[in-house]
């Protein structure tokens, strides 16, 4: 299928254009910038900087959430150490399925902020860890969902993008 019919029927609504979560992701982190352009005649810089915030800021707050945990609940911390990751990865499994949502865990993380924040129960110290480990999940969620997101729209507008990872697509009609 050539560029302008994969955007008119994409338009039309009578195509979907699926993308594997971990191929997007390798994409934008993966890739330089550089072979980016030269195969596709466009420079990503949004795109990747979104992407790699998400991808940096993922494994950085489950470490803040882990420090704290020792920090505020001295040698109980472990407890931390030990569940944190373990939930972190089974989580970051899960996120990079194509039916995982943003919809639950952005709930879950504006409502632990809203508990922290306008101190629902005083006990700041597990609030606040617990909401930076949310945002950990939040940020391995986004990860997944915003790549795929992003690379489905640059192939959309970029028929140079589109011939780069057409190997990479799976276009199936809507009946």
Not at 112 to 117: D, L, R, T
Request: glycine fraction near 6%.
């Amino acid at each position: 299928m050539n560029h302008n019919n994969l955007v008119k029927l994409e338009e039309q609504g009578k195509i979907l254009i699926g993308i594997d979560r971990t191929m997007a992701r390798k994409f934008y982190t993966d890739i330089p910038l550089k072979k980016i352009e030269e195969e596709t005649g466009e420079a990503v810089y949004f795109e990747k900087t979104i992407v790699w915030i998400a991808f940096l800021f993922g494994p950085i707050s489950l470490l803040a959430s882990i420090i704290l945990g020792f920090w505020f609940f001295k040698w109980w911390g472990i407890i931390c150490l030990i569940f944190f990751p373990l939930i972190y990865f089974a989580y970051s499994s899960s996120s990079a399925r194509g039916d995982s949502k943003m919809i639950g865990i952005s709930i879950l993380l504006l409502t632990s902020a809203c508990i922290y924040f306008f101190k629902v129960f005083d006990i700041p110290k597990i609030t606040g860890s617990a909401m930076v480990f949310i945002f950990s999940l939040w940020c391995i969620r986004f990860l997944y969902c915003s790549s795929t997101f992003l690379l489905r729209n640059f192939v959309i507008r970029n028929e140079k993008a589109y011939q780069y990872l057409s190997q990479h697509l799976k276009i199936r009609a809507i009946e």
